[in-house]
């Protein structure tokens, strides 16, 4: 099913020096019927929400953004947006920091193995079959000084610290919509085969022995790869093949 995109993601931006999160901003404001590609931009969130309800440390100096899509997808691919998204953002990144960036699934964006960006994407089905997503983005660009709390230290880096020059909030919020765009897009024309060749041309441990801990208990193998609908094949010791499609991947060192 071909589809133009109606408009152009960023059309309408929102600025708020601080929120709780703008995903919430975002969600309502889609509620009351605003335009796919409106973005809610903070300064700050107080409140900032992560995957598996975490919290999502947000200082100054950062990027956290929301962008309300309307997708007019199959659910099997709409579940590849989250994929499509990590792509684009890590994209962006690269583009602007100069320096190589790593997926890890379904959409952490790592640089040397710390995290420089997450995604968080939320979707609201309304009986009459109507849905939106907001794709919600955070990118560390920079702490402004303030310390790292405690539990984040070594794990997470920023790209003040990264790249080789400074990157512009407004530059890079441009490079990821830009590429959110084009990956959405793609999505919508193409299938899915563009879009998982983009996130494995990126993609951090596949082939690797990892433990993926669900809600349910954990799975350890080989992570092959990401199946058509976005899923994390893993092989156990066993052979028998696991889809995994929520869930906390780590690294098994040998
Ligand atoms: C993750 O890696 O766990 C996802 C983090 C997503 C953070 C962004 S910042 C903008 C938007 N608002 C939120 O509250 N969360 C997302």
């Known amino acids: 099913e071909a589809r133009r995109l109606g408009c152009r993601l960023g059309h309408t931006v929102h600025w708020l020096e601080e929120v709780g999160s703008t995903n919430d901003v975002a969600r309502r404001l889609a509620e009351a019927g605003a335009a796919e590609g409106t973005v809610v931009l903070a300064g700050r969130q107080r409140a900032g929400r ?31 947006l989250t994929l499509a998204a990590a792509a684009a953002v890590a994209e962006a990144v690269e583009g602007q920091a100069e320096r190589p960036v790593a997926l890890k699934w379904p959409n952490d964006v790592l640089i040397d ?19 939106y997503v907001v794709a919600g983005i955070g990118v560390n660009l920079d702490v402004e000084g303030e310390p790292v709390p405690a539990e984040l230290e070594g794990r997470l880096t920023w790209l003040a610290r990264e790249a080789p020059r400074p990157v512009s909030r407004n530059d890079l919020a441009e490079a990821i919509l830009e ?19 983009a996130w494995r041309a990126r993609a951090a441990w596949l082939g690797e022995p990892v433990r993926v801990t669900l809600p349910t208990g954990e799975v350890v193998g ?22 995994v499609l929520a869930g906390d991947v780590q690294r098994l060192r040998p």
């Open 50 to 80: 992560g995957r598996l309800r975490r919290w999502w440390w947000s200082p100054l100096g950062g990027l956290w953004m929301s962008v309300i899509l309307r997708p007019t997808l199959p659910p099997e691919r709409l579940s590849l």
């Open 113 to 131: 193995n710390r995290k420089v960006a997450g995604i968080l994407l939320e979707s609201v089905a309304h009986p009459d079959g109507a849905e």
């Open 222 to 243: 080989i992570a092959l790869d990401v199946a058509a609908d976005g899923a994390l094949v893993v092989e156990q010791a066993d052979g028998r093949r696991r889809r």
């Open 179 to 197: 590429r959110l765009e084009a990956r959405y897009g793609q999505l919508h024309q193409e299938g899915a085969e563009p879009v998982l060749a």
